[in-house]
């Protein structure tokens, strides 16, 4: 029998899809002769009392789960996610270096340097990429600090707030599209397959109003074996270019091909979305924390 750490900050019980998920994931390890426990900061003394470490919150190398990931590690326990992936997803211009190493298809990139961040080098990014540019901040999450400018000004201005967090901006072609795929890939295999849809008006899945209330579009389940394969075989290569934990890879369409726009540690997992076409999600996760 083993013990799985559910490691969650207050706001993961905010959000019932999300809870019900993790429920259902107590469930199903019960069902397999295992025990699971949530775990807070406060508790995160007991890590090297479980056998594995289920990260449930906001990842990022400066907060209390990448200090959950790595106390793990240096306990020899296993821990989804490890905190090398961490490291590179929670930094795009670090992201975007290991997908291009290996390969794998994605907007043209350039990446910005404080220097480079005026109006002469934003005409010629939009003279290069075509309008509008997306600039993204680094250390940005859940389409957060992710915008587009379609004018010089805009790149300037835009760009200027991105570099207070952080020292480089990613500048990208703007692919547009009505849904991003989304494919979850666990140690190497595929885990799921979603559509997210943009809603409407809207150029990313996950945007906000200017009262600040988050709208998105409704997620779409497609079953693994329904899915494109030469998706899959893409979104694989570059969860490889990453690591082999737990990711959530994102795509658009290009016709017959497929770009990767980003890739993600800490994927939500939220009931009757993300698991809608893959019922043995949870087994599958309790399986890989506890091999």
């Known amino acids: 029998m083993g ?21 259902r994931i107590s469930q199903v390890a019960y069902h397999m002769g295992h025990r699971t426990e949530f775990i807070f900061r406060p508790d995160m003394w007991k890590i090297p009392e479980f056998d594995a470490i289920y990260i449930r919150a906001t990842t990022d190398p400066l907060n209390s789960s990448y200090v959950t990931s790595r106390t793990a590690e240096l306990h020899g326990i296993r821990v989804i996610d490890d905190s090398e992936s961490i490291r590179i997803c929670c930094d795009k211009v670090n992201m975007y270096t290991h997908l291009m190493k290996a ?46 400018a379609s004018t010089p000004n805009e790149f300037v201005k835009i760009g200027k707030r991105y570099l207070r967090r952080a020292e480089r901006v990613v500048v990208q072609k703007f692919i547009r599209s009505e849904f991003d795929w989304r494919v979850g890939v666990l140690g190497g295999e595929p885990l799921f397959v979603c559509q997210y849809t943009i809603p409407r008006k809207q150029w990313k899945v996950s945007s906000y109003t200017q009262q600040g209330r988050e709208i998105y579009g409704p997620v779409k389940g497609v079953p693994l074996k329904k899915a494109s394969p030469k998706m899959i075989k893409t979104a694989l290569e570059a969860a490889a270019a990453i690591g ?39 087994k599958k996760i309790v399986k890989f924390l506890l091999r």
């Open 244 to 282: 082999k934990g737990l990711y959530g890879v994102d795509l658009k369409q290009v016709g017959n091909d497929y770009v990767i726009i980003e890739v993600n540690d800490n994927p939500t997992i939220a009931h009757g979305e993300e698991d809608q076409e893959a019922p043995d999600i949870y």
């Open 103 to 148: 390969s794998v298809p994605i907007p043209e990139t350039r990446f910005i340097k404080p220097n480079e961040l005026n109006w002469k080098r934003g005409k010629e990014l939009l003279d290069e990429l075509g309008k509008p540019l997306v600039l993204k901040a680094p250390n940005s999450s859940f389409s957060i600090y992710v915008d587009r």
């Open 3 to 23: 013990k799985i750490g559910i490691f969650v900050e207050r706001y993961t019980m905010s959000d019932s899809e999300v809870m019900n998920a993790l429920m």
